[in-house]
């Protein structure tokens, strides 16, 4: 499974942005998949996770102003960012678990896949 990430760019403190992770093949199959991000200095950490059956994972600090979606159509993962604040600039990582894995949705081991991940930076 391949996974590229696109969305990621530069918006004032409080807009919104949408990633995308477009996959190479069917994410029907794949039980966990997520948003990581990882800012300069810091430890990589998961900010949204949705299953196949549709129960999502929120990190507390994005709870209310983050939505992950999935599009299993079209093999598409999103992240609908808004009021974006100074501390969510990083770099942006989508993950999946293998295919046809059953895996807990907050375990960094149960990704297997990843992205090179897109930039998000917020100005104030």
């Known amino acids: 499974v391949q996974l590229v990430e696109s969305g990621g760019g530069l918006v004032q403190a409080g807009g919104s942005l949408r990633l995308s992770c477009a996959a190479s093949?069917?994410?029907?199959?794949?039980?966990?998949m997520g948003w990581y991000r990882q800012a300069p200095g810091k430890e990589r950490e998961l900010v949204a996770a949705?299953?196949?059956?549709?129960?999502?994972y929120y990190a507390d600090s994005v709870k209310g102003r983050f939505t992950i979606s999935r599009d299993n159509a079209k093999n598409t993962l999103y992240l609908q960012m808004t009021s974006l604040k100074r501390a969510d600039p990083a770099m942006y990582y989508c993950?999946?678990?293998?295919?046809?894995?059953?895996?807990?949705?907050?375990?960094?081991?149960?990704?297997?896949?990843w992205g090179q991940g897109t930039q998000v930076t917020v100005s104030s």
């Open positions: 093949g069917n994410i029907f199959n794949i039980n966990a």
């Open positions: 949705i299953s196949s059956g549709g129960s999502t």
């Open positions: 993950a999946a678990s293998r295919p046809y894995h059953i895996v807990g949705l907050t375990t960094t081991a149960s990704y297997e896949y």
